[in-house]
Every structure is written in structure tokens, then in C-alpha cells.
T-cell receptor, first 116, second 115 residues
Framework: NAGVMQNPRHLVRRRGQEARLRCSPMKGHSHVYWYRQLPEEGLKFMVYLQKENIIDESGMPKERFSAEFPKEGPSILRIQQVVRGDSAAYFC??????????????FGPGTRLTVL | AQSVAQPEDQVNVAEGNPLTVKCTYSVSGNPYLFWYVQYPNRGLQFLLKYITGDNLVKGSYGFEAEFNKSQTSFHLKKPSALVSDSALYFCAVRDISAGGFKTIFGAGTRLFVKA
């Protein structure tokens, strides 16, 4: 059973470009979470999604950031018109359906975004 | 609002000695508590969690943590440290009374184990 997969592992963008980060959850998992980690800091919650639904996006910046988890395919975190402050590691985690409150989240290896 | 504090940025331990990484939390209801470890350029790996029951929780790689409700703490411990335990450790809390799905992470504690 493959773990959570994220691609690309490293992404370089120039200011103003778009960044698309992909996350494939573990098999059987229907909950996906996105986090951002700045250097030497902890993880900051961004968004929680289930298939075709955004459950909680309270951690998402109001502009330029969006996320989706379609019925088929990976979850996508999209950052439009990137700025240098968007440079960070973005981690995806997944958990199985059901009593999600106690479920362990399983993390992907992360995508390191660098904005030039 | 829920929060997690890891008061030590760094912990230094000699190999073979016991280690403790501290964590305190604040939630309005009952907490679910987690410890994760992060190695360089890797994602977080789950170590252990406290949901209910026995206050002493045993996890992966010989780690354990003790839930102390009165002190609102969930310190991570290991009786005998290994050099390979050197990594970044994160404590996390989920407030089940607040919906339960939003996890708050501490800032992390870097553990150095010297041979």
C-alpha cells in the first residue's frame, strides 16, 4: 500500500506565475489536509477536504490560493501569481473515512516551492 | 482557541541517556494529542497518539508519552536515546469539541543525540 504521494517534490516558479501542487492520498483514504511549513517553523493548517467538498479552509489565504479534491484524481493546491513569501514546504496528509477525529494523519514527503 | 507549546527549541542528549521533549496544550474541550517526527527533507512520521484510556501511551521506535490532564502536558520520552533519534519533533492537538478535524502543531523541538 503506497503512502501519500506528492508531486513535484521541488518546484521553482518566478513571481507572478502559477504553482500547482498535487497530492494522492493513501489508498482508501478520503480525507485530505494541506499544511504549509516555513523554514524552522511548525506546520500551519491550510485546508481540509473530502472528495468534491471543502470542509474547512480557514487556514487558506483569502486570495490567490485554492484547493480541490475531485471525485477522480489527486487533490490540487493551486497558488496563483506567486510571490516570494509563498516559498515554503507544502505538505499533504490523508486519513481514512469514518471517525476522523481520532484518526492519524499520514503525511506525504512534501513539495518545496521556491519563488524567484 | 486551541494551541500547542513546545517550550524548548532544542534538546541535547547523550546517547544512552533518557530523553524528554516537552509539550503543553490548551483546548476548550477534550484533546486528541499526537507526536510526529520529521527527518531532513522528509514528511512527518507518526509516532504515537493519545485518544482516551491509559495516560501512558507507547509508540514507535521505543518512544512513549504521558498525558497529564491537570498539567495539560503530553511530554515525549524515551528511556535510552539513539543517535538516529536526532530529528525534529512536533506535538499536535486536535480539539474534538470544536469539530475535531483541525490539527494544531507546535513549533517543533530539534533533538540532538550525541554519540
Amino acid at each position: 500500500n503506497a503512502g501519500v504521494m506528492q508531486n513535484p517534490r521541488h518546484l521553482v516558479r518566478r513571481r507572478g506565475q502559477e504553482a500547482r501542487l498535487r497530492c494522492s492520498p493513501m489508498k482508501g483514504h478520503s480525507h485530505v489536509y494541506w499544511y504549509r511549513q516555513l523554514p524552522e517553523e511548525g506546520l500551519k493548517f491550510m485546508v481540509y477536504l473530502q472528495k468534491e467538498n471543502i470542509i474547512d479552509e480557514s487556514g487558506m489565504p483569502k486570495e490567490r490560493f485554492s484547493a480541490e479534491f475531485p471525485k477522480e484524481g489527486p487533490s490540487i493546491l493551486r497558488i496563483q501569481q506567486v510571490v516570494r513569501g509563498d516559498s515554503a514546504a507544502y505538505f499533504c496528509a490523508s486519513s481514512p473515512p469514518g471517525e476522523f477525529s481520532s484518526d492519524t494523519q499520514y503525511f506525504g514527503p512534501g513539495t518545496r516551492l521556491t519563488v524567484l | 482557541a486551541q494551541s500547542v507549546a513546545q517550550p524548548e527549541d532544542q534538546v541535547n542528549v547523550a546517547e544512552g541517556n533518557p530523553l524528554t521533549v516537552k509539550c503543553t496544550y490548551s483546548v476548550s474541550g477534550n484533546p486528541y494529542l499526537f507526536w510526529y517526527v520529521q527527518y531532513p527533507n522528509r514528511g512527518l512520521q507518526f509516532l504515537l497518539k493519545y485518544i482516551t484510556g491509559d495516560n501512558l501511551v507507547k509508540g514507535s521506535y521505543g518512544f512513549e508519552a504521558e498525558f497529564n490532564k491537570s498539567q495539560t502536558s503530553f511530554h515525549l520520552k524515551k528511556p535510552s536515546a539513539l543517535v538516529s533519534d536526532s530529528a525534529l519533533y512536533f506535538c499536535a492537538v486536535r480539539d474534538i469539541s470544536a469539530g475535531g478535524f483541525k490539527t494544531i502543531f507546535g513549533a517543533g523541538t530539534r533533538l540532538f543525540v550525541k554519540a
